[in-house]
């Protein structure tokens, strides 16, 4: 791969995670809600759930998702219904704060933050599809693939990974700088409806 296949698909790529979807909204409620580390712990599981994305690409589940639409609007639906429910999760916990203002949500386990980037990060069929559809535009026919892919995969896992840290790393800023009760549940509140409102985003997309 040249160098200057790879420099367009860094900046081609850096746009693309820039645009908010299903990963943005569960890493930016999650810090809104829970704080800056649960935040990253989602992030690197989204990372991890990439790369399975990719592999699986590469397997041709892509192409068995575009050509079946009852198992892609299986696999859609299942994300919409776990996001919507992370994003009722954040709410219902927000509701239980107390009006001490000591009073603070109960943190939650590295693995399960892990895990909710993971799942939000695989249940999407059309990544799948983008990656299809969209690496093989920066591979030159005449090099090596399993090369071209591999370098294409550690660029994206870098981008991704830096891409959904800083918006973590902005929600949870925004979230440190008020430290009331109240506040903390409208974060709370606004950390659920991210979720919720990214689950409807791809419930209406096509």
Same mark, same amino acid.
């Given at each position: 791969? *040249?160098? /200057?296949?790879?420099l367009?698909?860094?900046?081609?790529?850096?746009?693309?995670?820039?645009i908010?979807?299903?990963?943005?909204?569960?890493?930016?409620g999650?810090?809104?809600?829970?704080?800056?580390?649960?935040?990253?712990?989602?992030?690197?599981?989204d990372?991890?759930?990439g790369?399975?994305l990719?592999?699986?690409?590469?397997?041709?589940?892509?192409?068995?998702?575009?050509?079946?639409?009852?198992? @892609?609007?299986?696999?859609?639906?299942?994300?919409?219904?776990?996001?919507?429910?992370l994003?009722?999760?954040?709410?219902?916990?927000?509701r239980?704060?107390?009006? *001490? /203002?000591?009073?603070?949500?109960?943190?939650i386990?590295?693995?399960?933050?892990?895990?909710?980037? @993971?799942?939000?990060g695989?249940?999407?069929?059309?990544?799948?599809?983008?990656y299809?559809?969209?690496? *093989?535009?920066?591979? /030159?026919?005449?090099?090596d693939?399993v090369?071209?892919?591999?370098?294409?995969?550690?660029?994206?896992?870098?981008?991704?990974?830096?891409?959904?840290?800083?918006?973590?790393?902005?929600?949870?800023?925004?979230?440190r700088?008020?430290?009331?009760?109240?506040?903390?549940q409208?974060?709370?509140?606004?950390?659920?409806s991210?979720l919720i409102?990214?689950?409807?985003?791809?419930?209406t997309?096509?």
């Amino acid at each position: 791969m *040249s160098l /200057e296949h790879w420099l367009a698909f860094v900046a081609a790529y850096t746009v693309i995670s820039a645009i908010p979807g299903p990963s943005v909204f569960m890493v930016t409620g999650v810090a809104m809600t829970r704080g800056l580390r649960p935040a990253l712990w989602c992030v690197a599981g989204d990372v991890l759930g990439g790369v399975v994305l990719i592999a699986l690409s590469l397997a041709g589940v892509g192409a068995i998702l575009a050509a079946s639409a009852t198992l @892609f609007q299986i696999v859609k639906w299942a994300g919409v219904a776990y996001m919507a429910w992370l994003g009722y999760c954040q709410i219902r916990d927000a509701r239980r704060l107390g009006s *001490s /203002e000591n009073a603070s949500l109960p943190a939650i386990p590295a693995r399960r933050s892990l895990r909710a980037g @993971f799942l939000t990060g695989v249940l999407n069929p059309k990544a799948i599809i983008f990656y299809v559809a969209f690496l *093989s535009q920066f591979m /030159e026919p005449g090099g090596d693939p399993v090369t071209q892919f591999a370098v294409l995969v550690a660029t994206s896992t870098v981008i991704v990974g830096a891409t959904l840290s800083a918006f973590a790393l902005a929600a949870a800023r925004a979230r440190r700088a008020l430290t009331s009760v109240r506040a903390r549940q409208r974060f709370g509140y606004a950390g659920g409806s991210f979720l919720i409102g990214g689950s409807v985003l791809v419930a209406t997309s096509r």
